[in-house]
């Protein structure tokens, strides 16, 4: 049998490419990519770094340029002030010409300007630009330059955060969240309200007074605040459709507009508008020292609920009956209404307790002072008409003159609930929360407030009136305006 010799296999695709060398090919064709790229990359991160050593350069020349201009230096003795903070942080600020003009220093590597400031524009920021020339290095293989020019720029402004006269009738003192809502509505034209915590205005609220001061603000829910004066805050939000319009200007640290209207001078902001845009000036709101801590007078009658004084008639706990009553000063463990009327002598009244007064009570008192380490409820209906001492008053049958009620509790002093209450002087619970809801109407009293916190709606008013000096011989201390200068830019 003839042996079958099988022919040899050729090679798959014999006349395909051979691609063997192809890889150094390409790494010799792409050699000065890569090294022009390694190259700008390595002279990036040294402007980079170089930027960020202007900046800092910039900035600290910027405040130092405004302080010198806000402690009442003239621009060009001040715009030389930041050249030489610049100098001392390594820029070169030689050569320098003032041009009065521009309110411009131009130095060798150093520009001062006094400009319009940019939160509020009729006050001047100075801005501040720094450059320095980097040489380039690997750079100059790809570029003709020898160097290249970085420029870092600052602007440091005035911002003005206004103080609180001593017209404020509700000031809040703790740092916590004050809420005026459901209908509430204030009408107190004369005075400002001031609270250190957040105050949250809203469901229709409408709040119509002199000024207003808070840490952040929000007015939402259909919510109207009219003042005729300014307001200041750390950080403002309008929403829901509410309004607020402040005449002599709003101060804010950032501010956010969403379905609202802002109305401020001639500026008017509609819904989603972010800026923060002159008249609505940069700045805000210093938290307020307890206004009455420092009375002294005040101190002593807080202080007599630990130790009342030997010549202080001692009751007891005192209930009422359906007969008419009458109180004298004195010390007293806790006071409850029966359903008769109640009549307070003038004076000084301790207790150690909570004062109860049932619905449809009436209780009045003409110069009085009431201290209670514990909480005051009027009832649903009740009728209260109590006036401070005058300072002849408290001379003669004791109290303190303007304080009408006061109290070291923490919890809630339910002033209103439903009933008519009449009160003039200063309420002070700073450790407190004073509730005023139900309905109740305060408007046209002469009741000043200070506590720790407020929660006031479901459809109460709150009035004071001007023609109230003769009850309120306690000022407010007022807080002057503060000046901050800021980086702005």
């Not at 420029?151 to 440091?156: F, L, N, V």
């Not at 209908?183 to 250190?196: K, L, Y």
């Not at 002033?415 to 004073?434: E, K, Q, R, V």
């Amino acid at each position: 049998m003839r042996k079958v010799v099988p022919f040899p296999r050729l090679p798959r695709r014999p006349f395909g490419p051979d691609r063997r060398g192809s890889v150094p090919l390409m790494v010799t064709l792409m050699a000065p990519v890569l090294l022009g790229a390694s190259a700008l990359a390595l002279e990036e991160g040294n402007w980079s770094g170089v930027h960020l050593l202007l900046q800092r350069r910039a900035d600290l020349a910027a405040e130092a340029a405004m302080l010198r201009y806000a402690a009442g230096d003239s621009a060009e003795t001040a715009a030389g002030a930041g050249a030489d903070v610049a100098a001392l942080n390594g820029a070169a600020a030689a050569n320098r010409s003032w041009a009065s003009a521009t309110g411009t220093l131009a130095a060798s590597d150093v520009t001062v300007a006094f400009v319009p400031g940019i939160r509020n524009d009729a006050d001047s920021a100075a801005t501040v630009t720094v450059i320095q020339r980097v040489p380039l290095t690997i750079g100059q293989l790809l570029s003709p330059l020898a160097s290249v020019t970085i420029a870092a720029t600052a602007t440091a402004e005035r911002l003005l955060s206004p103080g609180v006269d001593g017209s404020a009738c509700l000031v809040a003192t703790k740092p916590a969240s004050s809420g005026f809502n459901g209908g509430f509505n204030v009408t107190a034209p004369g005075c400002s309200i001031v609270t250190n915590g957040d105050f949250n205005i809203s469901n229709g609220a409408h709040i119509g007074a002199e000024g207003l001061f808070s840490s952040s603000l929000e007015v939402t829910g259909s919510a109207g605040v009219i003042l005729s004066g300014e307001a200041a805050t750390n950080t403002l939000t309008v929403s829901g459709g509410a309004t607020l319009d402040a005449a002599s200007g709003i101060y804010t640290g950032t501010a956010l507009v969403d379905w609202g209207i802002v109305t401020n001078g001639t500026l008017t902001l509609y819904d989603d508008s972010t800026a923060i845009t002159p008249p609505i000036y940069g700045g805000g709101f210093t938290r307020v020292a307890d206004p009455l801590a420092s009375q002294p007078d005040v101190a002593a009658a807080i202080g007599d609920l630990a130790s009342p004084p030997a010549s202080a008639a001692t009751y007891g706990k005192f209930t009422g009956t359906w007969r008419p009553s009458t109180l004298n000063p004195g010390v007293y463990t806790g006071i409850t209404s029966g359903s008769g009327s109640m009549t307070l002598n003038p004076g000084l009244y301790i207790v150690e307790g909570n004062i109860s007064i049932g619905q449809g009570i009436t209780l009045a008192g003409n110069g009085v002072t009431i201290v209670t380490s514990g909480t005051i409820a009027f009832g649903g209906g009740a009728s209260v008409t109590l006036t401070p001492p005058t300072v002849e008053q408290a001379a003669s049958t004791g109290g303190v003159a303007g304080l009408t009620l006061a109290g070291t509790s923490a919890g809630t002093q339910a002033l209103s609930n439903g009933a008519t209450p009449n009160l003039a002087g200063i309420a002070y619970f700073p450790n407190g929360t004073i509730n005023l809801a139900g309905g109740v109407s305060m408007l046209n009293n002469c009741l000043e407030m200070v506590a720790g916190d407020y929660q006031l709606g479901n459809g109460a008013s709150y009035g004071f009136s001007s023609a109230c000096s003769q009850y309120t011989p306690l000022v407010i201390p007022a807080t002057a305006p503060t000046v901050t200068i800021a980086l702005v830019q």
